[in-house]
């Protein structure tokens, strides 16, 4: 992938004499190789013109072992899109504990986020391409996943540190303010996506931006 896992791979290569067994070992490498021959597949063709027999080709797998760990290829798909926000997870809460006080951990955070996303562009691109069709994709599902509820539980924890040190306005529940900043983040990027050039713009370099919008609004400066 294009970014290391914090998890999976690292669990992997760095502790193979914790209690797992080769076999256990084995089947965990067998699914990295899946979800690494996925990604490629679905970030060239695209979620609907990919096919199982297409990641089996890439990952050099027979098509039934592919099944064998995923039941079809939206099962594969929402497991990638897991996959990637644990690593997106884990790289947030890793960084941000470096951090002193709910300003800098915000910064680190919108920062951090960001070049997550840059980095995975081509995979997340899947979302934008596909237009209308995403519905097929069952966007619902996205939302339910129990990852995308831990990212938003954290999101509210920077919201609720932000609120004791008087930085966020504390009228509003922590959840309630994460869900406006959420969804101003995803616009920047969703926007940045569906742009035709690439390198037209350093898709980081927005932190600030996005920043000014959620704590200061789109108000006229007094």
Request: aromatic content about 12%.
């Amino acid at each position: 992938m294009n970014v290391n896992s914090l998890i999976e791979d690292k669990f992997i290569t760095e502790n193979p004499e914790l209690s797992l067994s080769r076999r256990e070992r084995d089947r965990l490498l067998r699914r990295r190789d899946i979800l690494r021959a996925a990604e490629h597949v679905f970030a060239l063709k695209g979620y609907y013109e990919a096919t199982m027999q297409d990641i089996a080709k890439e990952a050099q797998y027979a098509t039934g072992t592919v099944y064998l760990y995923f039941k079809d290829k939206e099962a594969l798909y929402f497991s990638l899109v897991e996959h990637k926000y644990r690593d997106l997870l884990a790289i947030l809460r890793e960084r941000t504990s470096r951090a002193q006080g709910a300003k800098q951990k915000l910064e680190i955070f919108v920062q951090e986020k960001l070049s997550f996303f840059e980095r995975n562009q081509d995979f997340f691109r899947i979302f934008v391409s596909e237009g209308n069709k995403s519905q097929s994709i069952k966007v619902g599902r996205f939302h339910k996943l129990s990852v995308i509820k831990q990212h938003r539980e954290f999101v509210a924890e920077l919201v609720k540190l932000g609120q004791e040190e008087r930085l966020i306005r504390s009228d509003f529940s922590p959840k309630q303010i994460a869900d406006i900043l959420i969804p101003i983040f995803m616009s920047v990027v969703f926007n940045w996506l569906k742009e035709e050039s690439k390198g037209a713009r350093n898709l980081s370099r927005m932190s600030g931006f996005i920043l000014e919008m959620f704590l200061n609004g789109a108000g006229k400066n007094k």
